[in-house]
């Protein structure tokens, strides 16, 4: 209970909590669209989901000067790949972000923007930010990979992945090992989900892929579990972020 209110005490915390919420209702409006819910319920949901969105991108408003400031840190970082993949995102989520911030004023009313044009540049800004982070996934998941064989020619047999699977034993040995793995490298496996189920949604904006809300509210659900994951657990926050 403690950590949960922590967490809502955090604007970081307070916006995952808000994502959840958010893309929960939007997989939950979809669901009940489909099985011809009253029509009433599904506008509750749809007004749930714009008013957290809404709220989020205030929560948001000014961070994208702390994510570009951030992208300068990151520059000086000794490993070449996580410094390029790392830099690059977080100067494309500083663009996103500038976006979204005229997205939000005009929402308000501040401003007239072309509504249209602004969150498609947002949402383009926001892919490849989440695809500089996979690229650093991956190249995190060869490292443990790498270590793992690493360890192995070093006299570790019982860490000897099987190279094929030729009985139930097989199996249960490599379930067991890739647990093992997980719950050792559990910051790699919770920004890997993140990013996997995140990937989709702006692709989806973009046309480049064809998902159903319900699907996307899913996705988006897990993502934010995650993300919640790491700020509950520093062991499961991927370092340096």
Same mark, same amino acid.
């Given at each position: 209970?403690?950590?949960?209110?922590?967490?809502?005490?955090?604007?970081?915390?307070?916006?995952?909590?808000? *994502?959840? $919420?958010? %893309?929960?209702?939007?997989?939950?409006?979809?669901?009940?669209?489909? +099985?011809?819910?009253?029509? /009433? @319920?599904?506008?509750?949901?749809?007004?749930?989901?714009?008013?957290?969105?809404?709220?989020?991108?205030?929560?948001?408003?000014?961070?994208?000067?702390?994510?570009?400031?951030?992208?300068? *840190?990151? $520059?000086? %970082?000794?490993d070449l790949t996580i410094r390029v993949t790392l830099?690059? +995102?977080?100067?494309?989520? /500083? @663009?996103?972000?500038?976006?979204?911030?005229?997205?939000?004023?005009?929402?308000?009313?501040?401003?007239?923007?072309?509504?249209?044009?602004?969150?498609?540049?947002?949402?383009?800004?926001?892919?490849?930010?989440?695809?500089?982070?996979?690229?650093?996934?991956?190249?995190?998941v060869v490292r443990v990979l790498d270590l793992h064989?690493?360890?192995?020619?070093?006299?570790?047999?019982?860490?000897?992945?099987?190279?094929?699977?030729?009985?139930?034993?097989?199996?249960?040995?490599?379930?067991?090992?890739?647990?093992?793995?997980?719950?050792?490298?559990?910051?790699?496996?919770?920004?890997?989900?993140?990013?996997?189920?995140?990937?989709?949604?702006?692709?989806?904006?973009?046309?480049?892929?064809?998902?159903?809300?319900?699907t996307i509210g899913m996705l988006g659900a897990i993502?934010?579990?995650?993300?919640?994951?790491?700020?509950?657990?520093?062991?499961?926050?991927?370092?340096?972020?």
């Amino acid at each position: 209970m403690d950590k949960w209110v922590q967490l809502n005490n955090q604007a970081a915390g307070r916006d995952k909590i808000a *994502r959840l $919420i958010q %893309y929960a209702s939007r997989a939950m409006w979809d669901s009940l669209e489909s +099985s011809n819910a009253h029509p /009433a @319920l599904v506008d509750n949901f749809k007004t749930i989901e714009y008013i957290l969105s809404t709220f989020r991108k205030l929560l948001r408003f000014g961070k994208g000067l702390d994510v570009f400031y951030a992208s300068l *840190r990151a $520059i000086h %970082y000794p490993d070449l790949t996580i410094r390029v993949t790392l830099t690059m +995102s977080k100067i494309s989520q /500083a @663009l996103f972000l500038l976006a979204d911030h005229l997205l939000w004023l005009a929402r308000t009313g501040l401003t007239t923007v072309n509504a249209k044009k602004w969150s498609k540049v947002a949402n383009k800004y926001w892919l490849f930010s989440i695809i500089m982070n996979l690229c650093r996934d991956f190249y995190e998941v060869v490292r443990v990979l790498d270590l793992h064989k690493a360890g192995c020619k070093g006299g570790i047999t019982r860490c000897k992945i099987p190279t094929s699977i030729n009985s139930p034993a097989d199996v249960k040995r490599l379930a067991l090992q890739s647990y093992v793995m997980v719950l050792a490298h559990k910051d790699i496996f919770v920004d890997t989900v993140k990013n996997m189920c995140d990937v989709f949604i702006p692709l989806t904006a973009l046309g480049y892929t064809s998902m159903t809300p319900r699907t996307i509210g899913m996705l988006g659900a897990i993502s934010s579990a995650a993300g919640l994951w790491a700020l509950l657990d520093s062991t499961a926050k991927l370092s340096p972020s």
